[in-house]
């Protein structure tokens, strides 16, 4: 009788663990979940107070609950469509802005990465690339995104090209120099054991080098990330004539504060959930990393 | 097995640091050693006598300023898996499995990876690890990483074993039963060993022949035959004896490198 006692327990402690761990995985997140709530509030709390005791200019800090309500009017100012062509729906209209301005931005630091490892690799595998590449760079690192906006322009006109390219300048010179100086970090040990196992340069580079180095080049991108989601939208009040930077410059050149908040409001939030993914692609990427460093462990 | 059975020869091999500048350093000063296959050597000094230096140069990753170094009969030019080095720190890769660093040598070599699982299972197993196959290296205790390491060595089939202070992060009880394995390991593969370690009971519990070291730069002092049969039994009088003969050998190249490191650091 004992013995079945036993087994029953043995049976039932392995769900209540797992139900012990659910339900404070639950907890843990509510919690998370209502300090945002709370913070967000009292910061519109205090917005929409000063705004209601006639503190704040009435019609310059519009608080959240005017330049949020009427979606469809904000969103009209979202719609590329010239006069006379059938307008979009307003979600659509939004959607396609916010994903447009993505793209740009996706597209700016998927070729910077790619470059800056391809640059990066050559200036430590031979030293003519070095001699020759690394003093340039090495000037060039050091001058703001935004003075390359007029080359960038000069280069790529209007359009898509001048925002993509400005990403590229702002992550692609940093991530060169971060690239080198993972590659030299390298542990001496990882590389002499690949070679004693007879290990070609191909099999040296893809099997030891990037695993090494990927975990500081994930970190040193998302560190990057915001600022080349600023850059994006400067080249897009600009140059390119659609997008979120479009809009926000549209609302300044209108006057109109109400559109200003709600795209700001946009362009966090969509800054936000960019951040996350990475986060979220990181673990993914990197597990045998601890989280501290970027990865699930 | 083929003819090539780990036999080493080294004629005169020198090694200087930076040669030709002002901090040049004389770190093996002239050496010749033989290692017969299936003999298992130990070079004991004390540190910064230039006995890891030697074993870098039989690997191949380090090139003798003068002097020749032969395995089986052909010239040492760079690395090779027929002579596998393991190290002091756990180099396995993080970002692989225990399983996958095991058959990552043969993952070079194109060796198919249901090979390669099978090749790590039983080679793990034999360590004492069977059960670590799909875990991480870092969840293993730095011992069983340890042993993961020479069971990644073992799996290129090495016909020379070189080891460069691998249990010197251990602790002592954990040391002594990775001595244990290692003359195991030694035993079954019959590969010869060349061993690095400034722990005169490793020595003596391991070597058939010790070389002793001189402090920088580094020469032979003497060379020891070990007469003692295996397994070693540290509290016969044969084992006490050797002991305290390769203490009264270090003693004094212990005082120089000690007071020689003092020096270099004022």
């Excluded at chain 1, 209540?16 to 709370?38: E, N």
């Excluded at chain 1, 010239?82 to 070729?111: D, F, K, M």
């Excluded at chain 1, 140059?239 to 050149?253: D, F, I, K, T």
């Amino acid at each position: 009788m004992s013995k079945t006692a036993e087994i029953a327990v043995g049976r039932a402690r392995p769900q209540t663990a797992a139900a012990r761990r659910k339900r404070s995985w639950a907890r843990k997140t509510g919690v998370a979940a209502g300090w945002w709530v709370a913070s967000v509030a009292l910061f519109a709390g205090l917005w929409e107070l000063a705004w209601a005791a006639g503190w704040a200019p009435q019609l310059l800090l519009p608080p959240p609950h005017i330049f949020l309500q009427n979606f469809s009017r904000q969103a009209k100012f979202f719609d590329t469509s010239t006069i006379g062509q059938a307008q979009a729906a307003p979600v659509v209209a939004v959607l396609t802005t916010i994903v447009a301005t993505l793209l740009r931005v996706l597209a700016g630091l998927a070729l910077g990465f790619v470059a800056s490892l391809v640059t990066g690799t050559l200036i430590t595998q031979f030293r003519v690339v070095r001699g020759l590449v690394l003093p340039t760079l090495t000037l060039l690192a050091p001058i703001s995104p935004i003075a390359w906006l007029p080359v960038s322009i000069f280069l790529f006109g209007i359009g898509n090209g001048p925002a993509v390219f400005m990403v590229f300048v702002g992550v692609y010179f940093v991530m060169t120099l971060a690239t080198i100086s993972q590659i030299n970090g390298v542990s001496a040990t990882y590389l002499n054991l690949a070679r004693t196992m007879g290990a070609s340069k191909r099999q040296m580079l893809f099997q030891v080098i990037v695993p090494s180095i990927l975990p500081g080049l994930l970190q040193t991108l998302r560190l990057n990330l915001f600022a080349a989601w600023m850059v994006v939208l400067l080249a897009e009040a600009v140059g390119v004539g659609s997008g979120l930077g479009q809009v926000v410059m549209l609302a300044r050149n209108t006057f109109n504060a109400s559109l200003v908040f709600f795209t700001m409001t946009l362009i966090g939030v969509t800054g936000y959930l960019l951040d996350t993914a990475f986060r979220q692609l990181q673990r993914r990427l990197l597990w045998w990393q601890p989280a501290s460093n970027g990865g699930s462990r | 097995m083929t003819d090539a059975t780990g036999a080493l020869r080294c004629r005169g091999v020198t090694k200087i640091w930076g040669e030709g500048t002002t901090k040049e350093l004389l770190a093996v000063d002239n050496v010749d050693l033989d290692v017969r296959p299936g003999e298992f050597v130990v070079m004991l000094g004390p540190s910064g006598c230039g006995k890891s230096t030697l074993l870098s140069m039989v690997a191949g990753l380090e090139q003798p300023t003068a002097g020749l170094i032969e395995a089986d009969g052909e010239p040492v030019t760079g690395p090779g898996p027929d002579r596998c080095m393991i190290f002091q720190q756990s180099s396995l890769y993080p970002w692989l499995s225990v399983a996958d660093n095991v058959g990552f040598g043969l993952r070079l070599r194109g060796v198919p990876k249901a090979e390669r699982r099978e090749v790590a299972q039983k080679l793990l197993r034999t360590m004492g690890l069977g059960d670590v196959l799909d875990k991480h290296p870092d969840e293993l205790s730095g011992g069983m990483r340890q042993r993961a390491a020479i069971a990644r060595a073992l799996a290129m089939r090495p016909r020379v074993l070189l080891m460069d202070e691998p249990f010197a992060a251990l602790d002592v009880q954990t040391r002594a039963k990775l001595q244990d394995y290692i003359a195991q390991v030694r035993e079954e593969s019959g590969a010869s060993v060349l061993f690095v370690t400034h722990s005169i009971d490793e020595a003596v519990a391991l070597a058939d022949r010790i070389v002793v070291f001189t402090a920088r730069p580094g020469r032979f002092k003497a060379i020891v035959d070990v007469e003692l049969d295996r397994p070693r039994d540290p509290r016969s009088a044969a084992y006490h004896e050797l002991h305290d003969q390769l203490v009264d050998l270090l003693a004094d190249e212990v005082d120089r490198a000690f007071a020689e490191q003092e020096r270099a650091a004022r």
